[in-house]
T-cell receptor
């Protein structure tokens, strides 16, 4: 089983839609969880950290389910500018982060 | 807003040659990292650096790789004898403490 697994997509949605991505991880000792956004041929940028209680930042909501070992990202009211690849990142006890391959989102008019 | 910078943006080299990729982290940051991303694949951690020494490294970071902070501003990644499979985007990142990492724009390395 891959350490961090994401549906590669692409998810093709109209503007204004709500879209959700899941990410599963294999290491039950993982401690920190993040969603990054990566535009084509650009560097990853932190979108949000994921906390046990779930957290929200504007149109974005992240949730963690430790029992089932997955994290999710919900984007409401999608904008054209949300089109990007969304990377799930998981860290265990050591520093070393493990990235998923990313889920591609395309928001069309 | 302060940012991590990397040079060059694109490096083309012949197999077997040495390359040095350069990064200027954000000035008050203390932790430095290198990652690579082969085209179409996931971002992979290479190495972390703190207090002038390597703190963690991955299996990818073998004897062909080395890092250095030669002065107070630059952070370099050296690949001694490049292979075709070293072709990738190399990202530098830095952070101050237990907070967000900031990534540089990357150097695209092409090994011919």
């Amino acid at each position: 089983r891959k350490e961090v697994e994401q549906d590669p997509g692409p998810f093709n949605v109209p503007e204004g839609a709500t879209v959700a991505f899941n990410c599963t991880y294999s290491n039950s000792a993982s401690q920190s969880f993040f969603w990054y956004r990566q535009d084509c041929r650009k560097e990853p940028k932190l979108l949000m950290s994921v906390y046990s209680s779930g957290n929200e930042d504007g149109r974005f909501t992240a949730q963690l389910n430790r029992a089932s070992q997955y994290i999710s990202l919900l984007i409401r009211d999608s904008k054209l500018s949300d089109s990007a690849t969304y990377l799930c990142v998981v860290k265990g006890g050591s520093y070393i982060p493990t990235f998923g391959r990313g889920t591609s989102l395309i928001v069309h008019p | 807003e302060p940012e991590v910078t990397q040079t060059p943006s694109h490096q083309v080299t012949q197999m077997g040659q040495e390359v040095i990729l350069r990064c200027v982290p954000i000035s008050n940051h203390l932790y430095f990292y290198w990652y690579r991303q082969i085209l179409g694949q996931k971002v992979e951690f290479l190495v972390s650096f703190y207090n002038n020494e390597i703190s963690e490294k991955s299996e990818i970071f073998d004897d062909q790789f080395s890092v250095e902070r030669p002065d107070g501003s630059n952070f370099t990644l050296k690949i001694r004898s490049t292979k075709l499979e070293d072709s990738a985007m190399y990202f530098c990142a830095s952070k101050q403490g237990a907070d967000t990492q900031y990534f540089g724009p990357g150097t695209r390395l092409t090994v011919l």
